[in-house]
């Protein structure tokens, strides 16, 4: 192969809209030629981008891969192949996997299993603490050293604030980002969904909202105490983007981002009691999802995040209180937010290329113009294409999507892996 030659599309990147061809170099994986219009060579791929955007490749602060410990769900492998298919080509590894994100032998591990996969980038996260247990701090230095730069007790907060100050202390000077699951956990015992008429209604143990605001509140002060930014995972209420839109007013360096279930489905999805559409922090109510909606359209929300939680099938078949919160998400999030967001392409591409790269610290190779010279990690995708949405037909070895059956908007039609073909025509190459 000498050239992959990506013809036809509009090039939607930080720059603006243009028609352009675009040649990509596999040998270097960077991008040699953009132009009005591009001849073919002799032996080049040539990959049909008509009526698609060629945009710089998707990068997901929040994606659960499963790997080490629980591969009946997910592997990196199967993982990263979901993850081309939605256009992503970076995705960040969440650390509560067993063992943990804790260890550099661990965190090693998951970036060389991304490697083999070849798919996207996969960024293992680190533990803020040791087996993610709220007690100790993980070793910053050593796991920095390693390369991470985004740090997680994902899937528990960290409840202890002078714990949450020291680790701010730390992270600072090492240049490394903090990225909190704001979940006050004296407020969730038991809870199963939104604590709201609707959970009323059911008899069912309620999730405040406060139980997120209360911890967001907390450490968007422990930033202005310290001074150190911080990221705030999976939104889920009107209340916390108010309270994150009044941080970065006060100039504080706060980011977050949130997950489409959250601004696409309302708790009362759960009157069936069906455990698909359980999830943390779980679905709210419509003047959430709006507030959301705002948030990401005036940029308070920085980042669109999957949280893609594979769950094996026998899990998510027991009952509501016992089945295990989370559903996939890499597959759907682009034609989620196309669909549902009132938002212009560039603003959705934003949200889901360079803004989150900058905060997964990789903006040096992911979220890049689309120019001579970059990195070739593109995402094509065809906004007007309409397809629905089947749990058999993905890539994950889990079938917990909660929009099976639905019709959307938007699909992803190649993505470009270091000026590879990983996704052509909607398949994975590898
Ligand atoms: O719904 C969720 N599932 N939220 C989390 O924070 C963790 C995740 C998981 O690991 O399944």
């Not at 730069?149 to 528990?156: A, E, I, Q, S």
């Not at 995402?379 to 949405?389: I, K, M, N, Q, Y």
Request: proline share 7%; charged share 20%; aromatic share 4%.
């Amino acid at each position: 192969m000498t050239r992959v030659l990506i013809t036809g599309g509009t090039v939607l990147d930080q720059t603006g809209e243009r028609r352009a061809d675009v040649a990509v170099d596999p040998a270097s994986g960077r991008i040699a030629d953009v132009a009005p219009a591009l001849a073919p060579s002799d032996g080049d791929v040539v990959l049909d981008a008509t009526g698609c955007f060629v945009s710089p490749g998707f990068v997901d602060l929040h994606v659960h891969l499963r790997e080490p410990g629980k591969e009946e769900a997910e592997t990196i492998e199967t993982g990263s192949r979901g993850a081309a298919l939605g256009g992503f080509t970076a995705v960040v590894a969440m650390p509560n996997t067993d063992p943990a994100h804790d260890s550099v032998a661990v965190v090693e591990f998951v970036r060389a299993q991304g490697e083999r996969a070849g798919l996207c980038e996969v960024l293992p996260s680190g533990c803020i603490t040791v087996g993610r247990a709220g007690e100790r701090l993980a070793p910053f230095g050593e796991l920095a050293g390693a390369g991470v730069r985004l740090f997680t007790d994902d899937g528990n907060g960290v409840q202890d604030p002078l714990l949450m100050r020291r680790a701010l202390e730390y992270a600072g000077p090492l240049g490394i980002t903090l990225a909190q699951h704001c979940e006050t956990s004296a407020l969730t015992k038991g809870a199963v969904m939104h604590e709201g008429a609707c959970c009323s209604h059911l008899g069912l143990p309620g999730w405040p909202a406060l139980a997120e605001e209360l911890m967001l509140f907390r450490d968007i002060e422990l930033v202005r105490l310290t001074g150190v930014g911080m990221h705030f995972l999976h939104l889920s209420t009107a209340r916390s983007v108010e309270l994150v839109r009044a941080a970065k007013a006060d100039g504080l360096p706060v980011t977050a981002e949130a997950a489409p279930h959250h601004f696409t489905l309302t708790d009362e999805m759960l009157t069936g009691y069906d455990p698909l559409f359980k999830v943390n922090p779980p679905l709210r109510t419509r003047a959430d999802i709006d507030a959301l909606k705002a948030g990401l359209a005036d940029g308070t929300i920085d980042a669109i995040a999957t949280d893609h939680a594979p769950h094996a099938p026998h899990t998510k078949e027991l009952p509501l209180d016992q089945a295990p919160p989370g559903m996939l998400g890499l597959e759907t999030a682009l034609a989620l937010a196309i669909s549902e967001l009132d938002m212009p392409p560039a603003a959705v591409v934003a949200a889901l290329s360079w803004k989150p790269a900058a905060i997964a610290g990789v903006a040096d190779r992911h979220g890049r113009p689309v120019a001579v010279g970059e990195p070739a990690n593109l995402a094509l995708f065809d906004p007007s294409h309409e397809w629905t949405v089947s749990a058999a037909g993905m890539a994950s070895k889990s079938r917990n999507t909660p929009y099976g059956g639905r019709t959307v908007r938007g699909k992803v039609r190649h993505t470009i892996f270091r000026g590879h073909p990983v996704v052509v025509d909607g398949h994975a190459t590898r």
